[in-house]
């Protein structure tokens, strides 16, 4: 009964950790700027972002440098070069990105599993992938759930869930403003 009641606390936490969620896109859609994907990243866009474990502490810090190509109004390429002050990882990802006719954004990158999906929601926008996630030696395949929110029409904030078997294992805090042409 000792050994019960000296693990029910790490039970307890892992349980509520399990129980952690993404905002509700449904708050936002009455904010402006509304969020438009294609105008946003079409063009040169600047991004400066931390990486946080569990614990909270920062364990990877970088800039990325996006260039963004709309090709005949339907698909956005995002070619994105990182470089790392702290940590290591991906050096560079393109990705595809198709809007449907309903506004859902579908997109595709070479470490990416499964097509990416997205959805706007006023001035946020929720876009949810599968990754295999390099650490040191090893790759793990993790969930993302990315909400972007506008500040202004040249501005961004990108907040990231990083999730292994439904728990959150990491965040990620992105600052993106777009750069002059």
Request: with cysteine; glycine share 6%.
């Amino acid at each position: 009964m000792k050994t019960l009641r000296t693990l029910f606390p790490f039970f307890a936490a892992l349980l509520l950790s399990a129980c952690s969620h993404s905002p509700d896109g449904e708050r936002y859609r009455q904010y402006t700027p509304d969020f438009d994907l294609f105008a946003f990243f079409d063009g040169n866009v600047r991004a400066w972002g931390i990486v946080q474990n569990y614990s909270g502490d920062v364990v990877q810090r970088f800039t990325v440098d996006i260039q963004g190509t709309v090709i005949n109004d339907e698909e956005l390429q995002l070619d994105e070069s990182f470089t790392y002050m702290q940590g290591e990882g991906v050096k560079q990802r393109v990705w595809r990105l198709k809007q449907t006719k309903d506004g859902l954004v579908h997109g595709q990158a070479d470490d990416i599993h499964y097509p990416a999906t997205g959805q706007r929601f006023g001035n946020a926008f929720q876009f949810t992938y599968d990754m295999d996630l390099p650490v040191d030696d090893s790759y793990y395949l993790v969930s993302f759930d990315d909400w972007m929110w506008m500040i202004d029409n040249n501005t961004l904030m990108n907040r990231s869930y990083i999730k292994k078997w439904g728990v959150v294992v990491a965040e990620v805090t992105i600052f993106m403003q777009k750069q002059p042409m």
